[in-house]
C-alpha cells in the first residue's frame, strides 16, 4: 500500500529553535509539494519539486524557510527560526505528472507544529 | 487569481440520505480538478479527480460533476453513512499554475445515525 509518510508526525519547540520535517514520497512520483494548513487560511502551497529541482517556491517565506530534496526518497522542509505564527500542520504531498494537463496529488498524513 | 468556494461550509444530515457539495471556481482555464475528503487531525484523502475534458467521474457511491465553462463542480454522495462525516474540499489546477493547485475552504459534512 504505496503512501506518503511523513516525520514528526506532531512538534513542539520554542521560538527561535529550528525546525526540520521530513517526508518520503511515494515511489516512482516525480513530483512533491508542501503545503501548510491553518483555520485562518486553510491550505497554502509552500513549494514544489519536479524530479527534485525546485519548481515553484513562491508560496514559502525565503528568509526563515527552506526545502530541499537530497534523493528522490526524501524531501525536507526546515524553519531557522521558527516563530508562533508557524504553528500549522505541513503537509507533503507527492503525484506522478507526466502530462501538463494531469496532476493528481496524494497527501502525506502531515507534521502538526506548535511553536510557543 | 484563481478563487475556490465550496458551499455550504457547514451540512447536517440523517444517515440514508443523499447530498450535494457545491465547488465554484472563477477561472475556468483549468487542467482538472480534485477532491478530497480530510478526516480531523489527518491528511487528506483523494477522492476524485475531473479531467477538464470531462463531465464527471464516479467511485462507488460518490459521483463528482465538473461544468467548467461555469465555473462548477458538485460533488454527490448517495445513501450517506456515518463513516461519510468529515470535511471534503475541491481544489483546482489552473492551466497557467503549473502543478499549484488552488483549494477551497472545505465543507464539514456530518451524518448522523
Redesign the interface.
Known amino acids: 500500500d504505496a503512501r506518503v509518510t511523513q516525520t514528526p508526525r506532531h512538534k513542539v519547540t520554542e521560538m527561535g529553535q529550528e525546525v526540520t520535517m521530513r517526508c518520503q514520497p511515494i515511489l516512482g512520483h516525480n513530483t512533491v509539494f508542501w503545503y501548510r494548513q491553518t483555520m485562518m487560511q486553510g491550505l497554502e502551497l509552500l513549494a514544489y519539486f519536479r524530479n527534485r529541482a525546485p519548481l515553484d517556491d513562491s508560496g514559502m517565506p525565503k528568509d526563515r524557510f527552506s526545502a530541499e530534496m537530497p534523493d528522490a526518497t526524501l524531501a525536507t522542509l526546515k524553519i531557522q527560526p521558527s516563530e508562533p505564527r508557524d504553528s500549522a500542520v505541513y503537509f507533503c504531498a507527492s503525484g506522478l505528472v507526466l502530462a501538463p494537463s494531469y496532476n493528481e496529488q496524494f497527501f502525506g498524513p502531515g507534521t502538526r507544529l506548535t511553536v510557543l | 487569481k484563481q478563487e475556490v468556494t465550496q458551499i455550504p461550509a457547514a451540512l447536517s444530515v440523517p444517515e440514508g440520505e443523499n447530498l450535494v457539495l457545491n465547488c465554484s471556481f472563477t477561472d475556468s482555464a483549468i487542467?482538472?480538478l480534485?477532491w478530497?475528503r480530510q478526516d480531523p487531525?489527518?491528511?487528506?484523502?483523494?477522492l476524485l479527480?475531473i479531467?477538464?475534458s470531462q463531465r464527471e467521474q464516479t467511485s462507488g457511491r460518490l459521483n463528482a460533476s465538473l461544468d467548467k465553462s461555469s465555473g462548477r463542480s458538485t460533488l454527490y454522495i448517495a445513501a450517506s453513512q456515518p463513516g461519510d462525516s468529515a470535511t471534503y474540499?475541491c481544489?483546482v489546477?489552473g492551466e497557467t499554475s503549473?502543478?499549484?493547485?488552488t483549494?477551497?475552504?472545505?465543507t464539514q459534512l456530518t451524518v448522523n445515525p
Open positions: 487542467y482538472n480534485q478530497f487531525g489527518k491528511g487528506l484523502t483523494s479527480l479531467q477538464s474540499l481544489a489546477r503549473g502543478s499549484r493547485l483549494f477551497g475552504e472545505g
